[in-house]
């Protein structure tokens, strides 16, 4: 459970997460340990974190805005907004990969908007530093996973760039990258994608971005870029508005 609350030493507003005893060794230490060590402007701050009755708590920056779930409900995001959120979840993304960890569960549920329009990256309760991120149970939404998460293949940051790749699809296609009418349908999707290039699928995406995305949702992970920041400079020398 999220609640709104005052910090009673700044006056400010924070959120509380209050987290139920049998998640202390797992969400709240993994949420605790990553944000320690992750500060940027665009992954959510750790204010203060311990335990309490029934369990635990986090308190984190208050965001007043909207997840990109909710934000992308009714419409696909316009190119120009769809830009900004590549960059700054990139950047985001790159800070938690040199900080040393994995989000693994990213998703448009975990990318929230602020009142002034950056987007920051949040929920860290699956995050592990990178040399313990091997592949243990499934974590995450069927949508948004790798196909290493599938299997017993090792996670890397090119995982990450994998569910990240996923939910920008979903931010400016409106619809799954991967879906189905049930979950061995999902999963088959990712692991035996469509041959058909993403520049000649529906809805018809910009050309030179479409070709951006396909290497970021590539099956193999050697075939995605190597970091996020590489991701990100790639970016930059698309042309967005060039349409097929």
Request: aromatic content about 6%; some cysteine; proline content about 7%.
């Amino acid at each position: 459970m999220v609640h709104r609350a005052r910090d009673r030493r700044s006056g400010g507003i924070v959120a509380v997460k209050l987290l139920p005893e049998s998640c202390i060794e797992t969400a709240w230490k993994r949420e605790t340990a990553a944000l320690t060590q992750i500060q940027h402007d665009h992954v959510i701050q750790l204010h203060e974190s311990g335990l309490c009755e029934g369990g635990a708590y986090v308190a984190l920056e208050w965001l007043s805005g909207a997840d990109l779930s909710s934000v992308i409900s009714r419409h696909p995001l316009p190119i120009s907004e769809f830009s900004r959120l590549v960059k700054q979840s990139l950047i985001a993304l790159s800070a938690v990969h040199q900080a040393g960890y994995l989000h693994r569960d990213i998703k448009p549920e975990n990318l929230m908007q602020s009142t002034s329009g950056d987007w920051k990256l949040i929920d860290f309760g699956e995050a592990r530093p990178l040399l313990e991120a091997t592949q243990q149970a499934m974590i995450g939404s069927i949508y948004f996973m790798a196909p290493e998460q599938f299997g017993q293949a090792p996670l890397t940051p090119r995982t990450d760039l994998y569910s990240l790749g996923c939910t920008f699809y979903r931010a400016v296609a409106g619809r799954y990258l991967h879906d189905g009418d049930t979950t061995p349908q999902v999963i088959a999707s990712h692991l035996h994608p469509s041959p058909i290039p993403l520049q000649d699928q529906p809805p018809r995406l910009p050309t030179q971005l479409a070709q951006w995305l396909q290497t970021l949702v590539s099956r193999q992970p050697s075939s995605r870029p190597i970091s996020a920041q590489w991701a990100l400079e790639q970016f930059d020398t698309i042309n967005i508005n060039a349409h097929s």
